[in-house]
């Protein structure tokens, strides 16, 4: 079974920085996109950053230069680097992974993680 698990989410004084991490388990035989999304109290839920396999990024225009994404593709794992965070961006932040895994016969999944609560305080 392939799974999502997510950490680094809390809380932080607005200004501060967080580092979340995603990591894929299962029996994985490769990953394609990755990326964060987050959903705030009463709203949808929106792209943050994502990254092709390849290392090629994008970023919601409320984020850039703020925050960082990247992966460790041989830990199936993305991270996101908050910097100098606001209250606007208190959100469940939730992981996303297309990925490809054995059992049986190679199968493509689209899979999220539980999410992670990020709170920043004014």
């Known amino acids: 079974q392939v799974q999502l698990v997510e950490s680094g989410g809390g809380l932080v004084q607005a200004g501060g920085s967080l580092r979340l991490s995603c990591a894929a388990s299962?029996?994985?035989?490769?990953?394609?996109?990755m990326g964060w999304y987050r959903q705030g109290p009463g709203e949808q839920r929106e792209l943050v950053a994502d990254?092709?396999?390849?290392?090629?990024?994008r970023y919601a225009d409320s984020v850039k230069g703020r925050f960082t994404i990247s992966r460790d593709n041989a830990k199936n794992t993305v991270y996101l680097q908050m910097n100098s965070l606001k209250p606007e961006d208190t959100a469940v932040y939730y992981c996303?992974?297309?990925?490809?895994?054995w059992g049986p016969g190679l199968r493509r999944h689209n899979v999220w993680g539980q999410g992670t609560q990020v709170t920043v305080s004014s």
């Open positions: 996303n992974a297309d990925l490809v895994a």
């Open positions: 299962g029996t994985i035989y490769g990953t394609n996109n």
């Open positions: 990254i092709t396999g390849g290392g090629s990024t």
